[in-house]
C-alpha cells in the first residue's frame, strides 16, 4: 500500500470555509424569495445545509498552511464541493412535483453549468410560470459566483485563506499567469472582484435606463439584475426561454460592448483606472482578441447578409438586412467567442458555413485573467509563433529564436505548458465528441449529428454552454443518457479549471513524493 503524503485534511477543512461561506451569497435569492413569496423555506433549509456540511469539513484540521499539493486539491475539492451543495436548492425546489430538476443528477448538472459559467441547461422549461423568481436568481447567482473565481472571492475577505493566496491563485489559474497588480495578492484579488463589480453594476443601470427610457420594456429590474449576473461572468444562463431573443434590437446591441469586456483581462482595467492607457491598448493579447473577433463577426455578417440563415427561430430572416446581419454576427460572436452562450436567434438552424464560423469562434476563448472561457487567445498565439518558428529553424537550424508575447520573453517551460495544455484540450474533446455520439446512438429519441456530438463536448469543455442540434441555443441537455450527463459534468468542471488541476490528481506521482 502506498503512503499518502499529500495532507488532504487541510484542503478539505477550507473547502468547508468556501461551503459554509457560501450561505451568505444564499441571502440574495432568500431577499427575492421574500419579496416574492416564493420558495422562503427552500433558501432557509438551503443556508442550514450550507453552514452544517462546511462546519463538519472545517473540524477535519485546524491548521490550515497548505503546501503547492495542497492547494491544487482545495481548488478542484472547492469547485467540486460547491457544485455538489449549490444542487441542494434545485432538489428541494422540485420535491415532490414533475420538475426535472428533482432528479439529483438533473440538479448536479445544473448547478455545475451555473458555477463553472458553462450556462448549459437540463431544465425543459424555463419560465417564472414554472419556476420561483428566487431559483431562477440563485441560478443566475452561481454564475456570477464562479464568474470571477470562488476561490478568488475568498483570498479577497478572508484572511485565513489569504495565507494561502499566491498557491491558489496560481493553482486556480495554472496557465497563462494572472498578473500581480498590488503587492499583497489578497489585494489583487479585491481589485479583480472590485473591477468585476463595477462592471456588473454598470451593466444593470445600463438596462434599467433602456427600460425607464422604454427601448427595453421586457427588461425591467429583474431582468436587468438576472442577466447582469451572467452577462459579465461569461455564463449565459437567462430567465428568459428565449434568451437574448426575448428583447429588442437595441438591448440586444447594448449586450454587445458588456460580452467583450467580459472577455478582456480585467487586470487591464487596473492600468486604465490608474491612467496608464498604454498598457492597456498596447496588450497583444487584448489587441489580438478584439481584431478576431471584428473579423471573425464581419466574415459570419456576410453569410448571414447572403442568405446563410434563412430560417431563424426569432428576428425572421437576415438575407438582406445589413442591420439584422451585423447585430446578429457581432452578438453572436461576442457570446460564443469568450463562452457567454446567449443567444438573439437560433443559430442551430443556420446553415454549415455559417455552423463552422460559430465552431471557430467557440475554440478562441476569451483573454487569460477574463471570465472567458477556452483555450485563451494568449494560448494561440504562443502556438501560433512556436509554428513560425518551427518553420524558420528548419532553414535555419542554428537560430535561436525566444517566443515573445509584445516585449516580453515567453520562458521556454510555459511554451511547453501551453503546448501540452492545447494539445490534451483538442484530446479530450475529440474523445469527448466520440463518447457522446456512441452513448447518445444507444438512444433513438435522440437525432444526434456529428457535428451536434463535437459542438455539446466543446460546449461542456470549453464552458459556453449552447451547441448545436438538440443543445442549441433554445435545446436542452435533458433528455442525453446518464453517461453523457455525467461526462459533460465532469467536462464543465475540469474545463473551468484549466484541466491541470484536475487532471493531476489522478495520477500516483501527484499522491506520492
Known sequence: MLDTYVEWRKSAAITGTVVKWLAVAMVIPLAVSLIYGQDVWVFLASMAVFVGVGGGLERLESDVDLGPREALLLVALAWGAVSVVGAVPYLLAGWGTPSTLA???????ESTSGFTTTGATVMGEISLDRHSHGLLIWRQLTQWL???????LMIAIL??????????????????????LTPKIAETARVLWLVYLFFTLLFVLVMILLHLLELAPNMGPYNAIAHGLSTLPTGGFSPEADSIG????????????????????FAL??????????????????????GVSVVVAAVLAALLYVGAAPAMRLGGTTAGSVENALRQAAFQIGSLLNSTGFATSDFAQWDTAAKMVLLFAMFVGGSAGSTGGGIKVVRWLVVAKVIRRQLFTTT???????????ANVVDEGAVRGVLGFTLLYILLFGLGAVFIAVDVSRVAAIDLAPLDAASASLAALGNIGPGFGPVGPFGS????????????ILYMWIGRLEIIPVMVLFTGAFWRS
Not at 426575448?246 to 483581462?265: C, H, I, K, S
Not at 535555419?396 to 509584445?406: F, K, M
Request: aromatic residues 12%; neutral net charge.
Open 103 to 109: 432528479h439529483p443528477l438533473n440538479a448536479l448538472f
Open 146 to 152: 464562479g464568474g470571477m473565481g470562488i476561490i478568488v
Open 159 to 180: 484572511p485565513e485563506v489569504a495565507v494561502n493566496g499566491a498557491q491558489l491563485m496560481d493553482s486556480e489559474a495554472p496557465g497563462p499567469e494572472l498578473q500581480k
Open 246 to 265: 426575448a428583447f429588442g434590437p437595441v438591448v440586444q446591441w447594448a449586450f454587445v460592448p458588456f460580452m467583450l469586456v467580459a472577455g478582456t483581462n
Open 269 to 290: 482595467f487596473y492600468f486604465l483606472l490608474n491612467r496608464d492607457v498604454e498598457s492597456f491598448v498596447g496588450n497583444r493579447e487584448w489587441r489580438t482578441y478584439i
Open 396 to 406: 535555419h537550424p542554428e537560430a535561436v529564436r525566444p517566443i515573445r508575447i509584445g
Open 477 to 488: 441537455y435533458l433528455q442525453f443518457p446518464t453517461p453523457s450527463k455525467v461526462l459533460m
